[in-house]
């Protein structure tokens, strides 16, 4: 059962990394859709800064519940702390202690 859940946390995880990218896009829209209509002159009407960042705003109230559901995928397959580290970790960090050698004979 675990299995499953781990292919669907990763499955899930792959559907919203690309969705995060998409919501910077959307804010970057906002932004400039704003800066093109503001002028000297005349303010930036309410339904001008809606117009830019509606899609901004909703979509970002999916992604958070999207995120929601990507932590309870990761609670129910069980993801939890790695338990062997590489050897890249240095071994302050991996709980060793910097000092002690062991010798195999």
């Known amino acids: 059962m675990t299995h499953s859940l781990r292919a669907i946390y990763r499955f ?3 559907l919203l990394f690309p969705a995060v990218i998409v919501q910077v896009g959307a804010a970057g829209y906002g932004a400039f859709n704003a800066a093109h209509k503001v002028s000297d002159t005349t303010p930036l009407t309410q339904k001008q800064w809606d117009h830019g960042f509606g899609f901004h705003m909703a979509f970002g109230y999916i992604l958070f519940l999207a995120s929601v559901l990507l932590f309870l995928f990761a609670l129910a397959a069980r993801l939890g702390r790695k338990r062997e580290c590489g050897g890249m970790v ?3 960090v991996r709980g060793d202690t910097a000092g002690s050698v062991r010798l195999r004979q």
């Open 12 to 14: 899930w995880a792959m």
């Open 90 to 92: 240095p071994r302050r």
